[in-house]
């Protein structure tokens, strides 16, 4: 059996040209440049550079990008009118909070804050509660990226065994949701799971998102499977032990190459699409 890779990178930079074109079409057409904010709360290193990268990508495909960065002594309420005010500016078309928040903010209190229409990460409960009823929302960007991924592969997900490892609420919860919405038999794994290992041999698809590394192992896998690593832990490695897990697997998403470059690609592809339906809607 040969194992295949399922090309994130790639996938990713193809979907930004195809952006590029849409974002074209908004400027010179309707005079719209779509435009996400991002907020950064505190000194986090690692959620600086995401922010960076973030930015950096909206530039690469012609978006505009508002950074607002808060000092780590920041209340609640205070982030919170940031947000009101994004949420009233037209010409802010998403809206991202960094995560994590420093520990005296309500974090979820400041998701559930953004506007429905500009929740284009898929943080808020409301957001996640439309996906879950198959209703018109933003889907949490990791979990979508990963559909497209095997949409891209033409790997179908109906009738087939899919076990989901993690029950985070931005990545194992509403990605279990949008397996189901394929039609696929979903079973959520977690930390407290007995006899994980025999669960996943029954799995023809295995979602590792659990935030620890190389967790998975080639001897849980049975023969053929699709393994779908979204973990990145230091190291560079994923929540998958990648080398025993390569030769029992049809596919399998590599990391770094895999799942990361998704999410970013449907970050920007949900804001871009959030400043069509504004133009659209007028």
């Known amino acids: 059996m040969e194992t295949k890779i399922l090309d994130g990178k790639s996938l990713s930079l193809k979907i930004r040209e195809e952006l590029k074109k849409r974002v074209d079409v908004l400027k010179n057409q309707y005079n719209k440049v779509p435009t996400l904010a991002t907020i950064l709360v505190g000194n986090d290193v690692a959620s600086a550079t995401y922010v960076n990268m973030k930015v950096k990508s909206c530039q690469s495909i012609g978006m505009g990008s508002i950074r607002i960065d808060l000092p780590e002594n920041t209340t609640t309420e205070q982030l919170l009118e940031e947000i009101y ?50 209703l018109p929302a933003y889907p949490s960007c990791t979990p979508a990226g990963i559909i497209r991924l095997l949409d891209e592969y033409r790997l179908s997900l109906e009738g087939k065994n899919a076990v989901v490892i993690g029950r985070s609420p931005i990545l194992g919860k509403p990605l279990s949701m949008l397996l189901l919405q394929r039609n696929a038999t979903v079973t959520i794994c977690h930390s407290k799971t007995k006899n994980l290992p025999d669960i996943v041999k029954t799995a023809d698809f295995v979602f590792a998102c659990c935030g620890i590394p190389k967790f998975v192992k080639g001897d849980w896998l049975k023969d053929g499977c699709v393994l779908v690593d979204a973990g990145y832990n230091p190291g560079n490695v994923g929540d998958a032990d990648y080398d025993s897990c390569f030769p029992k697997c049809s596919y399998i998403t590599p990391v770094p190459g895999g799942v990361g470059p998704m999410t970013i690609a449907m970050l920007l592809s949900h804001t871009v699409e959030a400043a069509e339906k504004k133009v659209l809607s007028k």
């Open 85 to 134: 005010k994004l949420n009233q500016d037209p010409d802010v078309d998403g809206i991202l909070l960094q995560h994590p928040v420093p520990k005296q903010i309500d974090e979820r209190k400041c998701f559930d804050t953004i506007d429905i229409e500009k929740d284009v990460d898929g943080v808020t409960t409301l957001g996640f509660g439309k996906i879950s009823f198959g």
